[in-house]
């Protein structure tokens, strides 16, 4: 018999592997990256820019703390919450399936909130320093600071499982009764590219989906998980009340949706992030080489050219969802996320946008990432965003596309670029001409 495998999102655990904390030292604090030592500029160092000012301030209720006020002032819906019972985060013993822990988040920020947690964690994309991590005291004060933390977020989410940089993580695995995640029944990695079945443990998920199967809503009764497993009674919940105490969250929803727009978005965040460190690595080792070799400044060397092209496709081949794992029936949120996440894209004349939705056979109805309109994408290097927009053109404008690429239709990729055209500034000259030469 096999072991299967779940899914929960994983936050900093103490028991992770030492060794990726030392190696994201090694990388991430010498130049040009300096991520230790280089002040963050992203929406949470901006709030706090604004709090220390006295332009903005947060409202702290008993209740909540300050979460709510947090998610208003960086427009996170409430209705983007998603509710983990694994132990595997900062505040684990605030967690059980009894008492989730409730994550919200938008296209840049993720905030975690625990029922009588010390503090909200947060992680945020920050466009040169890839994912920074804070943490805010659930205590009233008249001077609320986020903190930065490093070190113990490190430990996790800076690892193979991140692509080596300060990312997201999203991991498989089971869960016991306490919330205590079952190890020794294996983990995975997961994105949109991971079949359904093998989604969501640790999770709840409310929402509708047919006849496909997952592991959301799942409770492990036993140390040994083999299969065929029942998780019959977690299929198609859209109501979590008889599970704990909905009335203690913002919402009674933990919406399918947010969570599969989450699982892509984590990825694109995270090959953003290699994208630009790569980009950054290359020029300043080419600088380095050409001032030893007596080069003439900026001269190019063919192993700048080959680091940036290989991280650039890994940013495309995410952006434009190569290998999503297929739907096979049709999935429906209970939180109204999904209505809200669409209503909130930029359209062309014809009314369609990156963030239109499909549900039915794939996630998104047009298969194109609308993180190419985030500050992150745009502050790639430009050497980076170059060959990016570059490699996008060549794909969606081939008469016969790579067979990596062969789930966009030529339909597909004519209304992608037709969107994208009306929607996005800063293109390159090509792409409002027809031209690429």
Not at 22 to 31: I, L, N, S, T, Y
Not at 285 to 314: F, K
Request: proline share 4%; glycine share 6%.
């Amino acid at each position: 018999m096999t072991i299967r495998t779940a899914v929960s999102f994983v936050a900093c655990t103490v028991f992770a592997i030492v060794s990726a904390s030392a190696w994201a030292a090694d990388e991430f604090d010498r130049p040009p990256i300096n991520y230790r030592d280089s002040s963050p500029d992203n929406c949470i160092s901006r709030l706090q820019a604004g709090i220390d000012s006295g332009r903005q301030t947060l409202t702290f209720d008993m209740e909540h703390g300050y979460l709510k006020a947090v998610l208003a002032s960086l427009s996170v819906p409430v209705e983007s919450q998603m509710l983990v019972f694994s132990k595997t985060s900062l505040q684990r013993h605030r967690i059980s399936p009894r008492t989730p822990r409730a994550l919200y988040f938008n296209d840049d920020v993720y905030i975690g909130y625990c029922q009588s947690g010390d503090v909200l964690e947060v992680s945020v994309v920050d466009p040169q320093l890839g994912t920074v991590f804070y943490t805010l005291d659930q205590e009233s004060s008249d001077e609320p600071r986020f903190e930065r933390r490093i070190d113990n977020c490190l430990i996790c989410h800076s690892s193979s499982r991140t692509g080596g940089v300060p990312g997201h993580v999203v991991r498989s695995l089971f869960v016991d009764a306490s919330g205590q995640p079952l190890f020794s029944a294996g983990s995975r990695t997961v994105d949109h590219t991971t079949p359904m079945k093998d989604r969501w443990g640790g999770w709840y998920v409310t929402g509708t989906h047919g006849s496909q199967s997952h592991v959301g809503n799942l409770i492990t009764r036993t140390k040994r998980v083999y299969e065929p497993v029942d998780n019959s009674q977690g299929h198609n919940v859209e109501d979590l009340s008889k599970r704990f105490r909905v009335s203690h969250y913002l919402t009674s929803h933990s919406d399918i949706v947010a969570l599969m727009v989450m699982e892509h978005q984590t990825l694109v965040h995270n090959r953003l992030t290699n994208a630009s460190y790569e980009t950054r690595k290359a020029l300043h080792y080419e600088q380095t080489m050409n001032e030893a070799l007596g080069n003439e400044p900026g001269h190019r060397l063919e192993s700048t050219t080959r680091r940036v092209h290989s991280a650039g496709d890994d940013l495309v081949e995410a952006l434009l969802l190569v290998d999503e794992a297929p739907l096979s029936a049709a999935i429906r949120g209970t939180s109204g996320y999904t209505e809200l996440f669409a209503k909130s894209g930029k359209r062309d004349a014809q009314g369609r946008s990156l963030r239109d939705f499909d549900l039915n056979t794939r996630l998104f109805r047009y298969p194109c990432s609308y993180l190419i309109y985030s500050e992150a994408f745009d502050a790639l290097p430009a050497e980076m965003r170059e060959h990016v927009w570059h490699r996008l053109w060549e794909v969606l404008t081939a008469t016969e596309p790579e067979k990596k690429f062969s789930h966009l239709s030529a339909s597909d990729r004519a209304a992608i670029v037709e969107i994208i055209r009306e929607t996005k500034t800063g293109l390159p000259d090509y792409w409002t001409s027809g031209s690429g030469d």
